[in-house]
């Protein structure tokens, strides 16, 4: 069975750092693009940044280029999220997606159909 396993959230306050971690079991990861989203209350699920099957392109919504880093590590099946400089906005719950892309990434909510259970990451003072 296809699962995404986020982990890596947590209390942090701004301009501190945290890395995320999304691990896959029961497929491998190679064929597949990932993205990293994130869902405030009260607003919609957004696409923060994504990565192409080989980890050669990503991608990044405006709002975290510069202070975000995903990467990944095929041979351990898992993508990270690297967290940087946060801001209060940054408070979310993160969850990561799969989706079977040969070419590119995206960060669109649509475009992905296997979804992790989410982590929370407060920033906060």
């Known amino acids: 069975q296809l699962q995404l396993v986020e982990s890596g959230g947590g209390l942090v306050q701004p301009g501190g750092s945290l890395r995320l971690s999304c691990a896959a079991s029961?497929?491998?990861?190679?064929?597949?693009?990932i993205g990293w989203f994130r869902q405030a209350p009260g607003k919609e699920r957004e696409g923060v940044a994504c990565?192409?099957?080989?980890?050669?392109?990503?991608n990044y919504a405006d709002s975290v280029k510069g202070r975000f880093t995903i990467s990944r590590d095929n041979a351990k099946n898992t993508v990270f999220l690297q967290m940087n400089s946060l801001k209060l906005e940054d408070s979310a719950v993160y969850y990561c997606?799969?989706?079977?892309?040969?070419?590119?990434?995206?960060?669109?909510?649509?475009?992905?159909?296997?979804w992790g259970q989410g982590t929370q990451v407060t920033v906060s003072s």
């Open positions: 990565i192409n099957r080989r980890g050669a392109l990503t």
């Open positions: 029961g497929f491998t990861l190679d064929y597949y693009s």
């Open positions: 997606a799969a989706v079977r892309m040969y070419f590119g990434c995206s960060r669109r909510v649509d475009e992905y159909d296997n």
